[in-house]
């Protein structure tokens, strides 16, 4: 891993040309994409079997678009170990409890006048959750993004995933998060099926979960036709270690999020220069034994980076700069140090807590913001599957007492219509 040391000036050149942080998103397969949205959009189900054929093979067409129904799923957990039940199981149990406490459940405020104001919270009525296929089929994805949905009370819950051999985890996980229906199609036509409805895809009102640039691309361009939970990147870690970091536990994790894609990053900024160089053996050390070693290599080789600040200030601004989407303290003190974090999707606590226990187990949710976009978005939540409507009553009375000033703004902004519309109630005329 490259070492550098933080001048005010090596350290945000050095982060520039890691992937994805040196300028706006863009896209070659744009072109590609809108084509297939204005072909689902005219042609349906067809559109979606043609592409479906053309990406994934004749294989994945030869029996139509197949649906999957709870009975289906069902059976899938019952076919894979009684090991991986279970832990699926127990995470499911771990991620409901966390995001049971997210839910809202509106308020009403009653004024002296008999004026009554409120929200409501409802759950959106059908949102699609896309699982993405080849070495990207995590099942922990799908508890991460349905049970948050099913809590927030959506109404239907439809998972799409390209059709292959052996489906049986990731369905057995869609069964544990309650999801309602799976129809095995995938690419930016699936996508774009789900947001416009077929013959088959339901249209649903929001679409939720990762892809590759194709699906990314697909969710970022119907965004406005149907809500998207964000246009998410490569995974990244930043690990912050003072002298008392084992030097083996920074090395782990930060390889745990290079071996997901050649475009991760994996950063850890310490004040100690023997940490760092500790840090880097050890990296090159582990790196030869893991089974994705070349694509842990890569991302190593491109966005991997070690930065030796003069202070633990130096860390922490650096580290909100950075904005992360996994943030580990490995620290004498991280819970003392975590007030200071301002910007993470999420923040892992000391030795004993590595970025796989948020990632599987813990409960807080694996779907988080990238590319530094933690500066302004939040992890998935409850909070993304419902929608808020707020609601007023008036008295005669009450609209009496505010009928003045109405007309007085209304009239700042020349609209008389709204002058009438006040005015009509109590036989006034202009």
């Not at 070659?28 to 204005?38: F, G, S, Y």
């Amino acid at each position: 891993m490259r070492i550098i040391r933080a001048d005010d000036t090596a350290e945000f050149e050095a982060l520039a040309g890691l992937a994805g942080r040196g300028g706006a998103p863009g896209s070659d397969a744009e072109v590609l994409v809108r084509r297939i949205i204005e072909d689902v959009r005219l042609e349906g189900d067809a559109a979606v079997l043609r592409y479906t054929a053309r990406f994934d093979g004749e294989d994945a067409v030869k029996n139509g678009i197949v649906t999957l129904v709870r009975a289906d799923l069902k059976a899938a957990i019952e076919s894979i170990s009684d090991g991986l039940a279970a832990a699926l199981l127990h995470a499911s149990d771990n991620i409901r409890k966390y995001h049971n406490k997210q839910k809202s459940e509106g308020y009403e405020e009653k004024r002296a006048d008999g004026t009554v104001l409120g929200q409501m919270v409802r759950g959106l009525e059908r949102v699609g959750l896309y699982v993405p296929g080849g070495t990207a089929a995590y099942p922990s994805t799908v508890l991460m993004n349905a049970i948050p949905a099913k809590i927030a009370g959506v109404g239907e819950l439809v998972m799409v995933t390209p059709p292959r051999e052996d489906m049986r985890e990731i369905l057995a996980a869609a069964f544990v998060a309650g999801v309602d229906r799976v129809i095995l199609a995938g690419g930016g036509q699936a996508v774009a099926a789900l947001a416009f409805g077929t013959e088959t895809f339901p249209r649903v009102d929001k679409i939720v979960g990762p892809g590759n640039i194709y699906v990314a691309t697909a969710k970022r361009l119907l965004f406005g036709v149907v809500d998207i939970d964000m246009i998410a990147g490569p995974s990244e870690i930043l690990i912050i270690a003072d002298e008392t970091a084992k030097a083996a536990f920074a090395a782990a994790d930060l390889l745990s999020q290079a071996e997901h894609d050649p475009d991760a990053a994996a950063i850890l900024l310490t004040t100690d220069p023997d940490t760092a160089a500790a840090a880097a053996a050890e990296v090159a050390e582990q790196l030869s034994a893991l089974a994705r070693k070349e694509t842990a290599r890569r991302s190593i080789e491109q966005n991997g980076l070690i930065i030796v600040c003069r202070s633990e200030d130096e860390m922490v601004d650096l580290a909100n700069f950075i904005a992360p989407e996994h943030l580990e303290l490995l620290t004498t003190d991280p819970l003392g140090l975590l007030p200071r974090i301002r910007n993470a999707g999420s923040v892992f606590c000391g030795p004993w807590t590595p970025e796989p226990v948020g990632d599987y187990y813990a409960g807080t949710n694996h779907v988080l913001p990238t590319f530094g976009t933690a500066r302004f978005a939040s992890p998935l939540g409850v909070y993304d599957f419902v929608k808020r409507m707020s609601y007023t009553y008036y008295t005669k009375e009450a609209l009496s007492a505010a009928k003045d000033d109405i007309i007085e703004i209304a009239a700042a902004e020349g609209l008389t219509a709204h002058i009438a519309s006040v005015k009509v109630r109590f036989g006034e005329t202009e």
